[in-house]
């Protein structure tokens, strides 16, 4: 059996070995840099992004703890206010909870509370989202309790280039960054090899994945593939959708989006997460702010239901699909015609 090569003739990386190749990187190139959580050493974390950082570094770079999130996070906010920049891996977006008091009261306000003189580079890692089958506990999507947090930024790749260079990005930076990892991401493949980390746009910028003329879609993290997939599919019904990954939830790039809407005069928000209480929300009321006079129809959402995660069988009904973000466009298209005066 042959392995796959590319059009340049190198092997396809997935966004798993462009993360461990960022911790790599960043371990080696500054000894403060520490990675702490439950079986990132021996086992190299249950999705193997911390594979060989153990054999490489030591276990006291690359350290196996307790089960106890809350210890975890409260050892890295001492690690940090001593000098060093740990990268805290929570197995689980939910697992994650236990740690909120330290995440809330902490690492988000150390810098404030202190006016500036102890920063705390924390980089806490939580593969997020649904997709690969998990039960309860093992596939939500918590980024709004992150995003209304003040002090934490925010960020989700999409891409091979950005879980490298965002996570670099995110290591190196003395504010607490909360990296979420898009679970069913992780065996995407590209046509990629390691960059420096400003070879991709840093965090708190968006990038247009696609240009359209029809209508923007808003999105992050795992709901990118879906919408640059809707927007292909949408081109039978002769609409041409533009594509914004925001990659950065805080800072929000608001103007890439803003000028977006501005161009497009429509506008569905896109992710997994809830629709009330999510997001999308803000997001939407954003747009509607800054785009009102532009807009053609109201801003849309296509999320996840509002429930807890549902059984393994039943998360493709819950997820965000091609055909919920063509119908949304189709609402799209129906107000437009309906506010013109085009439908009786």
């Not at 190196?172 to 960054?177: E, H, K, L, M, N």
């Amino acid at each position: 059996m042959t392995t796959a090569v590319t059009a340049t003739g190198r092997k396809p990386a997935t966004m798993s070995q462009a993360l461990n190749r960022a911790l790599r990187d960043a371990m080696a190139d500054d000894p403060a840099v520490h990675v702490l959580g439950e079986d990132v050493g021996t086992l190299g974390g249950v999705f193997r992004i911390t594979a060989g950082l153990a054999e490489e570094f030591g276990d006291d770079r690359c350290t196996d703890t307790p089960l106890a999130e809350a210890g975890i996070l409260g050892a890295a906010v001492g690690m940090a206010m001593y000098g060093l920049r740990p990268v805290v891996e929570m197995q689980f977006d939910a697992f994650g909870y236990p740690a909120l008091e330290q995440l809330l009261s902490h690492v988000a306000k150390m810098r404030n509370r202190t006016r500036g003189r102890l920063p705390l580079p924390i980089t806490i890692r939580i593969p997020f989202g649904g997709g690969i089958g998990g039960v309860e506990h093992h596939s939500d999507s918590s980024e709004a309790l992150y995003m209304a947090t003040p002090g934490l930024h925010v960020v989700t790749p999409a891409t091979v280039a950005d879980a490298y260079g965002l996570l670099r990005a995110a290591i190196a930076s003395d504010d607490p960054v909360v990296f979420l990892e898009p679970k069913r991401l992780y065996w995407a493949k590209a046509d990629w090899e390691p960059d420096r980390p400003e070879g991709v746009p840093g965090i708190g910028t968006a990038v247009v994945r696609r240009r359209g003329t029809s209508a923007t879609l808003i999105t992050y993290g795992p709901s990118v593939p879906v919408c640059l997939e809707a927007a292909e599919a949408a081109r039978a019904e002769g609409w041409d959708l533009e594509v914004v990954d925001l990659r950065s939830l805080v800072p929000f790039d608001e103007e890439t989006v803003v000028a977006s809407v501005r161009r497009t005069g429509r506008a569905v928000v896109v992710h997994e997460a809830t629709g009330f209480g999510g997001p999308g929300g803000e997001l939407a009321a954003t747009v509607a702010e800054r785009c009102f006079h532009h807009l053609e129809a109201p801003v849309l959402r296509v999320t996840g239901f509002d429930v807890p995660y549902p059984p393994p069988m039943l998360e493709k009904h819950h997820l965000p699909g091609v055909d919920r973000v063509l119908d949304a466009v189709a609402r799209l298209q129906w107000e437009s015609e309906w506010t013109t005066g085009g439908v009786n």
